[in-house]
Structures are given as structure tokens and as C-alpha cells.
């Protein structure tokens, strides 16, 4: 599951690779917008964590993964 993460002040995207499905994401993301001076935190498929202030938080997308074909299309 790729998820891209905006945060304010900040022009590129954090953008995250993670085995959790989307409900889980948005569950752990309604955790932390529910308490003051919450932490959004997601743990990568490398077994990294990112960790946001909700509070800097402009926008959360959560996409499927996507099969990307390999290859130059075409047939001999």
C-alpha cells in the first residue's frame, strides 16, 4: 500500500510503502488526530518509522497498490 503523506511547509511529499491495509492507516490516523499534540506514525515495509505532528499534517492519501507491468509492451 503506497500512502503519500503532505506536510505543511514542506514541498515534496513523504511518501511511505506499507503492508497495512487501508483501514488500518486510517484507524492509526484517527488515533492520533484525536489527542492533543498527536504523532501520526507508520512503520515501511524496511521496517522504518515515519513520524508526523498532526498538527503539521496538510494531507494524508491512502492508494492501492498497483501492479506496474515490466517490459517494453510489445510482441516480437
Do not use: N, Y
Not at 36 to 64: H, M, N, Q
Amino acid at each position: 500500500m503506497e500512502i503519500k503523506i503532505g506536510v505543511q511547509s514542506v514541498h515534496r511529499e513523504i511518501i511511505v510503502e506499507t503492508d497495512l491495509s487501508a483501514e488500518q492507516i486510517e484507524e492509526e490516523l484517527r488515533k492520533a488526530l484525536a489527542t492533543d499534540k498527536g504523532v501520526f506514525s507508520l512503520t515501511d515495509t524496511k521496517g522504518r518509522r515515519v513520524l508526523v505532528p498532526v498538527a503539521s499534517l496538510g494531507f494524508v492519501e491512502i492508494g492501492e497498490d498497483e501492479q506496474r507491468a515490466v517490459g517494453f509492451g510489445g510482441t516480437l
